[in-house]
């Protein structure tokens, strides 16, 4: 395919399944199992195929919660507190996606979201990509946007974030992104951040020099400079080592061993057989005609 119209849309499985979760009535299969998340999920999915520009697809799913991460720093997140019908259902969703015909990439010593950073990274330089467009609302994923080339899709909110809304919503460019993260933290992940760096004083200091072992150790040097600078700076000092922690923590990695092609990430349709059979496995029957297309029939 060698037009340059062509779109990636790339999915956080991890997301859509717990979005799904907490969406959906309780549901089990014939035989007892919860798969309402799954259904959830498959409804999602199927909903985006139908779109006229969703034609090249993958989808990554964090097999096991825990990652490389958690061995870098012990208050990492992990799948603590995660209700566990839904933990239940992780498997299931990566078989259902694939019966749909989507790329799947599990996850296990990597994350999901730098499964997508890779996906993202290699495929913008495609001359056949016109854009690469990662479905995830997490604030990771932004310092993968590029101009409009890759963009962040909040699928929920229909809103679409390209560099010029990452600047607007963080007050930084999307490759501060990990810095910004290093410094105000991230719940979601476990990332603590340092004290009394905010939003506003971080996004102050990274918008003048980018990177957090750039920032000058005297704020007289900061231009403008936040409010109480003097104490972000002997903060910031202070927490050296576990700046830079937190910030290899935030980076996403482009290293991920996808072995797929582009061509390889064409939706041609929902495999009939394993799709139907997965249907009537989990009491499914509404939707076990929905695909729009086949591809072995």
């Known amino acids: 395919m060698e037009r340059r119209d062509l ?37 999602s999915f199927l909903a985006l195929l139908r779109e006229d520009d969703v034609t090249h697809v993958a989808c990554a799913f964090d097999h096991i919660i825990e990652s490389f991460r958690n061995q870098m720093f012990d208050g990492y997140k992990t799948g603590e507190g995660t209700p566990e019908e839904l933990l239940s259902q992780f498997e299931l969703a990566e078989r259902a996606v694939t019966a749909m015909g989507i790329v799947v ?39 993968m946007v590029s101009g409009q080339d890759v963009v962040c899709l909040d699928r929920r909110k229909k809103i679409v974030t390209d560099e010029n809304g990452v600047i607007e919503k963080f007050g930084v460019l999307p490759t501060s992104i990990p810095d910004y993260l290093a410094l105000v933290g991230d719940a979601a992940d476990g990332i603590p951040g340092v004290a009394r760096w905010g939003a506003k004083g971080t996004s102050t ?56 092609t582009l061509d390889d990430l064409e939706w041609v349709g929902a495999n009939e057989s394993a799709y139907k059979t997965l249907c009537q496995e989990l009491g499914f029957g509404r939707i076990s005609e929905a695909p729009t297309r086949w591809k072995d029939s």
């Open 7 to 43: 779109k990636i849309h790339l999915l956080d499985g991890t997301y859509e399944l717990f979005r799904a979760h907490f969406a959906m009535p309780p549901m089990n299969s014939p035989d007892g199992r919860p798969v309402a998340a799954v259904r959830g999920l498959m409804q």
């Open 105 to 143: 990439w599990p996850m296990i010593e990597f994350e999901a979201d730098d499964a997508i950073a890779t996906a993202a990274a290699r495929w913008a330089e495609d001359d056949r990509v016109s854009q690469v467009i990662i479905c995830s609302p997490d604030k990771d994923l932004c310092q």
């Open 205 to 260: 200091v990274l918008s003048q020099f980018s990177h957090v072992e750039d920032i000058p150790a005297d704020p007289a040097a900061w231009n403008p400079a936040p409010r109480g600078a003097k104490g972000l700076a002997e903060n910031l000092s202070a927490a050296q080592d576990e700046v830079a922690l937190y910030k290899a923590l935030a980076m996403l990695r482009l290293d991920v061993p996808i072995t797929e």
